[in-house]
């Protein structure tokens, strides 16, 4: 089983919908990133996460520590939001090692 | 601040030659993280790196494959006698934190392996 586990896989949506990515881990981690990598490859990332909640124009992320369990919605959701989201922690043991879920194909429909 | 690095973006080997990666941290970062992106797959870790340490080198290959990151000069990650498998997409992210204080990551655009 991986540390981190996204679901779902894939995900296809109107515009306009509210989307929401989930990220379940199964270690003890130091913080969390939200990354988005579009199909010319380039990744970028959109949160990083501790605790509590963050929000940037119409991306929102939240973490809950206790139930090892972050979520990223994407309100009002357009078909440039279409891109892979990938769930990253920093693993707490050790050398602060950087373990990735396999990602979120996400794509928007005009 | 330019970003983070890469280079070559594009990088085509035969088989059994050497292919060498670079990647130039954002300024001021002393961390360096090395992915590894199959087609269609995920993003692997292969190895994080301080200036002139490596700290976990636990996904990297045992054999044929190297990274380094001095004390000047860009982090490099080395593939020896590259098979048609190393073909892949190399990324470089670097972030300015320690361990407790991670900080954000910022990716460079990726050096694409072909291995004829």
């Known amino acids: 089983k991986n540390e981190v586990e996204q679901s779902p896989q894939n995900l296809t949506a109107q515009e306009g919908e509210f989307i929401t990515i989930n990220c379940s881990y199964s270690v003890g981690i130091s913080a969390l990133h939200w990354l988005q990598q579009h199909p010319g490859g380039g990744i970028v990332s959109l949160f990083m996460l501790s605790s509590g909640k963050k929000k940037h124009g119409r991306l929102i992320a939240t973490i809950n520590i206790q139930e090892k369990h972050s979520s990223l919605h994407i309100t009002a959701s357009h078909p440039r939001d279409s891109a892979v989201y990938i769930c990253?922690?920093?693993?707490?043991?050790?050398?602060?090692?950087?373990?990735f879920g396999q990602g979120t194909r996400l794509t928007i429909n005009p | 601040n330019a970003g983070v690095m890469q280079n070559p973006r594009h990088l085509v080997r035969r088989r059994g030659q050497e292919a060498r990666l670079r990647c130039s941290p954002m300024k001021g970062h002393s961390h360096v993280y090395w992915y590894r992106q199959l087609p269609e797959e995920g993003l692997k870790f292969m190895v994080y790196l301080q200036k002139e340490n490596i700290i976990d080198e636990s996904g990297m290959p045992k054999e044929r494959f190297s990274a380094e990151f001095p004390k000047e000069g860009p982090s490099i990650l080395r593939i020896q006698q590259v098979v048609r498998g190393d073909s892949a997409a190399y990324f470089c992210a670097s972030f300015s934190g320690g361990v407790s204080n991670t900080g954000e990551l910022f990716f460079g655009e990726g050096s694409r392996l072909t291995v004829l």
């Open positions: 990253a922690v920093h693993i707490i043991q050790g050398a602060q090692k950087l373990v």
